[in-house]
C-alpha cells in the first residue's frame, strides 16, 4: 500500500469564478457546512476535479485525494497489514556462546478513509464510480452515522467516531462513460448531487484567458470554434480544447484568421479528434429530407470570425 500523501492547499490556486462558477461553491460550501457529502456529477472536462479542490483550498484543511479504478480496494480506505516489522534479540551473556532470537509480524497500516475521518481531514474521491460497488460500500456508515468500523485485525479500537471536520467530496462522469459503475442508491441518498454540463460562454472564455494568455477578443474567436465544433458534431467537445489551441497559437505566435493555414491546421488536430465524426442532421426542406453538411473546422472558423470582427 503506498504511502499517504496529504494536499496542501493553502497556496492561492488559479481559479476562474464566473457568476455562474461562484453560485455552485457558494451551495457546495453550505452543503459540506451542513454535514452532507457532496457529488460533482458531469462529463469530462468541466472541472469537476479542479472545482473539488478549489473547495479544499477554501476550507484550509488537509486533503486525502482517491482516484477511482478498478485497482481501489478496501484496502485503500481502511488499510491492511503491510510489509514486517522484524524483532532481533542477541544474548552473549555468556562470552563463548551467542544466542539470537528472531521475530517477524506484518505491521498494520491505516487506509486514507480512516486517516481522513480520524483527524478531520478533506476526502477528495475523484472518478468514484470507475471503483466497483463493492469496494465503495465501506463509505455508507462513515458518511451516514458518522462511524467507522474498523477491521478485526487492526490494533486498538473497533470503531472510530468520524471527526466533525471530516467532508468527502466526490466527482464522477455519467453513467453511458466505459469504466463507469452504476452507483448503489444507497450510497447517492447520503449524497447532495450537483450536475456540472459545459460552462457559458463567459465562463469560458474568462478559463480559456486565465489559462492561455491570450486577448480576450482571440480568447472569444477560440471559444466560439469550439462551441460551435461541439454544436455541429454533437459530442463532448471540452473547454480544455479552447485552451490547447490558445497555448499552440501562443507558441506559434501565429493569427487567428481563417486564411492562415497553420491555424486552421492547429484547430483540426486538436478538435479533430474529439466528439462524434458524425454531423448533426439538418433539414434541407418542407419535405423533411435531411442534408448532411460536413462539419468541418475550416468552414466553422470562416463562419464565427467574421462575425467576431
Known amino acids: 500500500m503506498d504511502e499517504i500523501t496529504l494536499v496542501d492547499f493553502k497556496q492561492?490556486?488559479?481559479?476562474?469564478?464566473?457568476?455562474?462558477?461562484?453560485?455552485?461553491?457558494?451551495r457546495?460550501?453550505?452543503y459540506l457546512n451542513a454535514g452532507f457529502p457532496l457529488h460533482l456529477k458531469g462529463p469530462a472536462g468541466t472541472g469537476k476535479t479542479t472545482l473539488a479542490m478549489h473547495l479544499a483550498?477554501?476550507?484550509?484543511?488537509?486533503?486525502?485525494i482517491i482516484f477511482g479504478s478498478d485497482e481501489v480496494r478496501s484496502t485503500d480506505f481502511v488499510g491492511g497489514q503491510f510489509g514486517y516489522r522484524k524483532r532481533v534479540v542477541i544474548d552473549n551473556y555468556i562470552h563463548s556462546v551467542v544466542k539470537t532470537d528472531e521475530t517477524a509480524e506484518q505491521k498494520w497500516v491505516d487506509g486514507r478513509l480512516i486517516t481522513a475521518?480520524?483527524?478531520g481531514?478533506?476526502?477528495?474521491?475523484?472518478?468514484?464510480?470507475?471503483?466497483?460497488?463493492?469496494t465503495n460500500n465501506v463509505l455508507l456508515s462513515a458518511l451516514e452515522e458518522k462511524v467507522l468500523e474498523l477491521p478485526i485485525n487492526r490494533d486498538g479500537e473497533t470503531y472510530i467516531k468520524v471527526n466533525k471536520d471530516f467532508k468527502a467530496i466526490f466527482t464522477s462522469n455519467p453513467e453511458k462513460y466505459a469504466g463507469v459503475y452504476n452507483t448503489q442508491e444507497a450510497l447517492l441518498d447520503r449524497m447532495i448531487t450537483i450536475n456540472l454540463d459545459h460552462w457559458d460562454r463567459e465562463t469560458e472564455v474568462k478559463i480559456t484567458s486565465s489559462q492561455t494568455g491570450l486577448n480576450l477578443e482571440d480568447c472569444k474567436k477560440v471559444v466560439d470554434i469550439v462551441r460551435n465544433y461541439r454544436k455541429k458534431v454533437n459530442g463532448n467537445i471540452s473547454i480544455r480544447a479552447a485552451i490547447m489551441i490558445g497555448r499552440v497559437i501562443n507558441v506559434l505566435n501565429i493569427p487567428i484568421i481563417p486564411e492562415n493555414e497553420m491555424f486552421v491546421k492547429v484547430c483540426e488536430d486538436i478538435l479533430g479528434g474529439?466528439?462524434?465524426?458524425?454531423p448533426v442532421d439538418l433539414q434541407?426542406?418542407?419535405?423533411?429530407?435531411?442534408?448532411?453538411?460536413?462539419?468541418?473546422?475550416?468552414?466553422?472558423?470562416?463562419?464565427?470570425?467574421?462575425?467576431?470582427?
Do not use: W
Not at 57 to 64: R, S, V
Not at 121 to 132: A, K, M, P, Q, W
Open 12 to 26: 492561492k490556486q488559479s481559479f476562474v469564478e464566473s457568476d455562474k462558477i461562484k453560485d455552485i461553491i457558494t
Open 28 to 30: 457546495s460550501v453550505a
Open 57 to 64: 483550498h477554501i476550507f484550509n484543511q488537509p486533503t486525502i
Open 117 to 119: 475521518c480520524k483527524d
Open 121 to 134: 481531514y478533506i476526502l477528495i474521491y475523484d472518478e468514484f464510480s470507475r471503483s466497483t460497488p463493492e
Open 274 to 278: 474529439r466528439g462524434s465524426t458524425e
Open 284 to 309: 434541407a426542406s418542407q419535405a423533411k429530407t435531411q442534408l448532411t453538411v460536413p462539419a468541418t473546422v475550416e468552414q466553422i472558423i470562416r463562419n464565427v470570425i467574421p462575425r467576431m470582427a
